[in-house]
């Protein structure tokens, strides 16, 4: 079964999701979330929160929202854009460069820098906030995962199980 999503428009309407590209490109998905899918290499973020992990081999990887444009310049960032169609660049490792929709010139960011983007396509300086955003799937934290263990070394007919798992 082919489970790739070649172009076109994605929803993610509860939860949250990985996707990872065909160029290596890894999206996390907050819900609620609507992507359109140009190709590998451009995505139009139309409401959601997401965040790209970006490898060399991807750079110049592009998320336009109805407010602005971001080119990846190899590195980790995150984008929410509102209900509205303002949106918020986030650079969490690496620089990328960012504009509004009316704005021939890009801005480039580094670590720790954000911008938001209003409806009127006004870009802003503001508070970077890196801990908003989900960096791997509930569960996969190195450092609180969520996880089940049975003990398959007991004697007898009952099994342990132990960790915090889930419900």
Not at 130 to 148: E, M
């Amino acid at each position: 079964i082919d489970t790739s999503i070649k172009s076109g428009l994605f929803k993610l309407q509860h939860g949250y999701s990985e996707l990872v590209l065909s160029n290596g490109v890894k999206l996390m998905l907050e819900a609620p979330v609507e992507i359109d899918f140009k190709s590998a290499d451009l995505l139009q973020l139309n409401v959601g929160t997401l965040v790209a992990d970006v490898p060399k081999n991807a750079i110049g990887f592009t998320i336009t929202t109805p407010s602005s444009e971001i080119v990846d310049l190899g590195t980790a960032f995150a984008v929410t854009v509102a209900t509205s169609g303002a949106s918020e660049v986030h650079v969490l490792e690496g620089e990328v460069k960012a504009r509004s929709l009316r704005e021939k010139k890009f801005t480039n960011l580094f670590k720790d820098e954000a911008r938001a983007f209003d409806t009127n396509h006004k870009m802003s300086v503001i508070n970077s906030q890196p801990q908003r955003f989900l960096r791997s799937l509930p569960g996969n934290s190195p450092s609180d995962p969520n996880y089940l263990h049975w003990s398959f070394n007991d004697a007898g007919n009952k099994l342990q199980c132990q960790g915090k798992g889930y419900d």
